[in-house]
């Protein structure tokens, strides 16, 4: 980091015109950080103590100019991210929130904590944060339930941030096991939503992907789209029932082959991807490969009959498994996918 970026006196002008901050002005305080037109009268132990930059920073301060009798610090950050700053390592990060009104706060935070290497704060917020962007099926399935409604309603952008502003700060602080889990989430998005971004609405920004991002969003795309289409021809079409089929010795030929046809319809389902275009899940190979399965339980509720899609106990426990597998190896190909070495994954 260079040092000229903190330089005392490229800001010294703002020193005495500056406005101390309501909260974190300690009257024992030792040293002033000036952020903009806001200053923090802090302890200079216990920044010195969490941060290394920091410490590094007061130990070649020279020449400074003084506010209240004491040195001056001046940051080249928004004063905003400064007091989130302070107030984390004066606090705990209790204040943060993984929602996507809290994300201005949590990335501004991120970022500092980032830059002035405030390692254990950081290591926090990034657990946290993984539990919505996670580098473990588990923990996605987790995710998805959480942001679906008892109707099956699914509206993650009601509440998580965009995966845009995701990848765009796992970018910014380096951290890649974030990455993954959210360009997949983009590349549920149509190609067109994902090259044009979307508008912030708290702070009003257009938020767009670099291009590199979105090429690499693109072909991940592309490949889950064929693995899907793998999935289907090679475990769907044409599938025969279970061996031990509890219908396979039923005496009446269409009772017979119930199984199989359970199984032809849900080929045909899933092609038309209704259940997607309902839910709001459309191109969600994870999502689909999951319904294949549960379809085979769901009673037909438009028609108030039983569904042509349920298969005995022993084609669905079979065929479960399958799925099962299925979803491991999609989820462990995500990172190849989108050409990001993330380890460990999965």
């Known amino acids: 980091m260079n040092a000229a970026d903190f330089s005392t006196n490229r800001h010294s002008a703002n020193v ?31 920044l010195v103590r969490h941060s290394e930059v920091l410490d590094e920073l007061m130990r070649s301060m020279d020449n ?4 209240e009798d004491r040195p001056v610090l001046t940051l080249p950050d928004p004063s905003t991210d400064v007091a989130h700053f302070l107030k984390a390592m004066y606090d705990g990060i209790s204040f943060v929130t993984y929602d996507s009104e809290g994300f201005p706060t949590l990335s501004g935070l991120l970022r500092m904590l980032t830059k002035y290497k405030v390692h254990h704060l950081r290591n926090d917020i990034l657990r946290g ?4 962007w996670p580098t473990t099926l588990a923990q996605w399935d987790t995710r998805e339930a959480s942001v679906t409604g008892q109707d099956g309603s699914y509206t993650p952008r009601d ?3 965009h995966p845009i502003e995701i990848i765009n700060l796992a970018r910014e602080i380096d951290y890649l ?23 912030s609405p708290f702070t009003g920004i257009n938020v767009r992907l670099e291009y590199a ?4 969003v693109l072909k991940g795309r592309e490949q889950a789209s064929r693995f899907f289409s793998t999935f289907i021809v090679n475990n769907l079409e044409g599938r025969q029932p279970s061996r031990w089929c509890l219908r396979r010795k039923d005496g ?5 082959r119930t199984c199989q046809i359970a199984f032809e319809a849900i080929t045909f389902e899933l092609l038309r991807d209704i259940n997607g275009i309902i839910s709001n899940r459309t191109s969600d190979p994870l999502y689909a490969m999951a319904e294949a399965e549960q379809m085979q339980i769901r009673d037909d509720l438009l028609n108030s009959e039983v569904s042509p899609m349920k298969t005995c106990e022993h084609c669905r426990v079979e065929f479960g498994a399958v799925v099962d597998a299925a979803k491991e190896d999609f989820w462990k190909k995500l990172p190849k996918w989108f050409e990001i070495d993330v380890s460990p994954w999965g």
């Open 16 to 46: 005495h015109m500056a406005s101390k901050h309501a909260d974190l002005y300690f009257n024992d305080g030792n040293i002033v950080l000036l952020a903009g037109m806001s200053y923090f009268l802090v302890h200079q132990g216990l």
């Open 64 to 67: 400074t100019p003084t506010l």
């Open 129 to 132: 944060l993984s539990n919505y």
């Open 159 to 161: 509440s998580l941030p």
């Open 177 to 199: 096991p974030l990455l993954p889990s959210a360009m997949y989430d983009l590349t549920r998005s149509t190609p067109s939503e994902a090259a044009i971004g979307f508008v």
């Open 213 to 216: 991002d979105l090429l690499t």
């Open 252 to 256: 009446h030929p269409v009772n017979k």
